[in-house]
């Protein structure tokens, strides 16, 4: 099993040490470092990366989530935190294990299998969790036809249905593999699988169509020639 390397983001010193101490028995997990706050953590990240990050919510300037949404490419994420009420929040972003504080050992030794259970199931995760009427589901990439972006709102189309969730669209266009999706135009994500026909100008999957914009065209462009015999 390969070594994850490891960083403790939290500002509260005995926090720190707790964790320290459950992470060195595992010869599977290597610490790297220690940061107070989200900012010594992006100084951290911009020298050194790390498979996994044991990441506190409430701290100060910048909060856990907050930091985690500025990541363009972020590790393994497991919370560490004393309010439950950030659960959902959690996992919306795809985090591997939601701890409370006081953290027991035998909890830790859980999130740790959850991690090592993840990482080898798969590097390329089929699916992703989705909030939809205050609940997480599974919604799996084969799935999906297509995802259209309304403000701070998406529509994501399975077959002769569609979810609602409250999710930006440029968060799924970095959530989903760009080898089975692309971004076509500001307002819609496509499943490459689905389309039926194309041009220069648009997109079809059987009788729906969608534009291809001129921001886009380069990319939706690389993708289908990838696709041609």
């Known amino acids: 099993m390969k070594k994850h390397t490891c960083l403790i983001v939290d500002d509260e010193q005995i926090a720190r040490e707790i964790l320290e101490t459950y992470i060195s ?25 790390v498979d996994v990050i044991f990441l506190d919510i ?6 856990g989530l ?16 004393a309010y439950r009420e ?3 929040d959690g996992y919306e972003l795809n985090v591997v294990d939601y701890l409370l504080k006081p953290i027991s050992q035998e909890r830790f030794l859980k999130a740790v299998n959850r991690l090592f259970e993840v990482t080898a199931s798969s590097e390329a995760p089929d699916h992703v969790y989705l909030k939809v009427d205050g609940k997480m589901v599974k919604v799996v990439f084969d799935d999906i036809y297509y995802i259209e972006g309304l403000n701070n709102y998406v529509k994501i189309f399975i077959q002769d ?5 409250y999710q930006k669209l440029s ?34 999957m059987g009788k729906d169509e969608f534009p291809i914009g001129a921001k886009y065209r380069e990319s939706v462009e690389n993708a289908l020639r990838d696709r041609l015999i």
């Not at 989200?38 to 951290?44: D, G, R």
């Not at 799924?172 to 026909?197: G, M, Q, W």
Request: contains cysteine; negative net charge; proline residues 6%.
């Open 161 to 165: 249905q569609f979810l609602i969730s």
């Open 25 to 49: 028995p595992f010869t599977q997990l290597e610490l790297l470092g220690q940061c107070q706050n989200a900012i010594e953590a992006a100084s951290f990240l911009s020298q050194q990366s």
């Open 171 to 204: 968060y799924l266009e970095k959530a989903l593999p760009n080898e089975k999706f692309v971004r076509c135009h500001r307002s819609y994500i496509i499943n490459l699988d689905k389309v039926t026909a194309f041009t220069n100008n648009d997109l079809e």
């Open 58 to 63: 409430e701290m100060p300037e910048i909060g």
């Open 66 to 81: 907050s930091f985690l949404k500025s990541l363009n490419n972020p590790p393994k994420i497991i919370i560490t935190t």
């Open 86 to 88: 950030f659960a959902l």
